[in-house]
């Protein structure tokens, strides 16, 4: 798979990523004790995180996950970059689609994900990202919850790069994806499905609060920016 970047208009999809018809299949473990917090960084330095499958969907063939996050105030974005590292080849990435465009159910199969709201607001933004190109947007009144009357989000713009071992996709949110600006720090979930070549999903995250994977829940969102 060669480089490839594309911008969508499309308008966003009508449904919400659901876990449930996966969850009951898999096994309760004891809850988690909560991570640090990756503390807000006021200089608008790129953060760099790791992700971690959760310890009920191991995957072997993945070595590791990071995300790289940063605002580009010039651009008015923030720029998300997932680097999936480990034996390709055993993995599902969906192939670049023909025409790139809003499509819900992403997380049925590879995709890269980002949870964002401001500390203490019940409300916020979940994106998807394909490798396929296509993309989804949601916007939620509180946990789970859909906010009928809330406009289509700006699309965002996505480029991916693969070499024997390592995927890459970036992605360039609009900054009015996010919510509205308010004075207390954004707080991040950034996250990931992965289809090895067998068809089993493996969920990551920064943090996994419960027993069962669930990126909707605050407790996983460790990663703070002003």
């Given at each position: 798979?060669?480089?490839?970047?594309?911008?969508?208009?499309?308008?966003?999809?009508?449904?919400?990523?659901?876990?449930?018809?996966?969850?009951?299949?898999?096994?309760?473990?004891?809850?988690?004790?909560?991570?640090?917090?990756?503390?807000?960084?006021?200089?608008?330095?790129?953060?760099?995180?790791?992700?971690?499958?959760?310890?009920?969907?191991?995957?072997?063939?993945?070595?590791?996950?990071?995300?790289?996050?940063?605002?580009?105030?010039?651009?008015?974005?923030?720029?998300?970059?997932?680097q999936l590292h480990g034996r390709l080849a055993r993995l599902r990435l969906p192939a670049p689609a023909a025409c790139p465009a809003a499509t819900d159910g992403l997380w049925q199969h590879t995709c890269f994900e980002a949870f964002a709201g401001r500390m203490g607001e019940a409300a916020y933004r979940e994106?998807?990202?394909?490798?396929?190109?296509?993309?989804?947007?949601?916007?939620?009144?509180?946990?789970?919850?859909?906010?009928?009357?809330?406009?289509?989000?700006?699309?965002?713009?996505?480029?991916?790069t693969q070499t024997a071992d390592v995927f890459t996709l970036r992605a360039w949110l609009p900054a009015a994806a996010l919510p509205a600006a308010g004075g207390s720090a954004w707080q991040w979930g950034l996250s990931a499905v992965i289809e090895s070549a067998d068809g089993r999903l493996s969920y990551w995250a920064l943090h996994h609060p419960a027993p069962r994977p669930d990126f909707h829940a605050r407790g996983g969102w460790t990663l703070l920016l002003p």
């Open positions: 798979m060669g480089l490839y970047a594309r911008i969508f208009t499309a308008p966003a999809p009508s449904n919400p990523c659901a876990f449930a018809h996966v969850l009951k299949h898999l096994t309760p473990l004891p809850a988690m004790l909560p991570p640090m917090p990756l503390a807000a960084d006021r200089t608008g330095a790129p953060r760099r995180a790791e992700l971690f499958s959760h310890p009920a969907t191991p995957c072997p063939d993945v070595t590791q996950l990071q995300v790289t996050l940063a605002p580009e105030p010039v651009a008015r974005a923030w720029r998300l970059e997932y994106f998807n990202f394909s490798p396929s190109g296509h993309w989804a947007a949601y916007t939620f009144r509180r946990e789970r919850e859909r906010d009928p009357h809330a406009p289509p989000l700006p699309a965002p713009r996505l480029a991916c």
